[in-house]
C-alpha cells in the first residue's frame, strides 16, 4: 500500500506495524519542521507556529484521523466506533488500546483483505 494511500484514504485496512510507524514519522517530521522554522527565522514566538510546523499541525491530525480509521478496520470495527471513543471518556481509553496493541482481526473481514496476509504472500512471490 502506497503512503498515500495509507495517509488520504480511508479504504482499507493497516496493522499495527503501520499505525505505529505513522505516529513515530509525524513525531520526527513535526520536530525537524519545527528546527527548519526556527533556523530560518519563520517561527512565531507566541503560537510557538512556523510556516512548515503549522502546516504540518493541520494535516497531522486529518492523517491522524485516517490512519485510526484504517487501524479500526482492521480490528473490523467502522467509524461509527471511534466517534464513540471520541465522545465517552472511559471508552476512548479502550479505543486507544485496541488501536495501538491488538492484533487485527484474523483473515479477511469486512473492510478487505488481511493487510499481513498480502505481505506474506507478496514476499513469497505469490
Known amino acids: ?26 513525531w520526527v517530521v513535526s520536530i525537524i519542521a519545527t528546527f527548519i522554522d526556527i533556523v530560518f527565522g519563520i517561527i512565531d ?4 507556529l512556523g510556516l ?3 502546516i504540518l499541525s ?3 491530525p486529518i492523517t491522524g ?3 485510526a480509521v484504517k487501524r ?17 471518556p472511559i471508552f476512548n481509553i479502550w479505543v486507544i488500546i485496541e488501536l495501538a ?14 493487510p499481513l496476509r498480502k505481505r506474506v504472500l507478496s514476499s513469497a512471490g505469490v
Not at 514566538?45 to 510557538?48: A, Y
Not at 496493541?101 to 488481511?114: A, R, V, W
Open 101 to 114: 496493541f491488538l492484533k487485527g482481526t484474523e483473515g479477511d473481514n469486512d473492510y478487505g483483505l488481511n
Open 58 to 60: 493541520f494535516i497531522g
Open 1 to 26: 500500500m502506497s503512503l498515500a494511500k495509507v495517509l488520504f484514504s480511508t479504504q482499507g485496512r493497516i496493522p499495527r506495524s503501520t499505525f505505529w510507524y505513522y505516529f513515530l514519522g509525524y
Open 65 to 67: 484521523i485516517i490512519v
Open 52 to 54: 512548515f510546523s503549522g
Open 45 to 48: 514566538r507566541s503560537s510557538g
Open 72 to 88: 479500526g478496520h482492521d480490528r473490523n470495527h467502522s467509524t461509527k466506533w471511534l466517534l464513540l471513543g471520541s465522545v465517552i
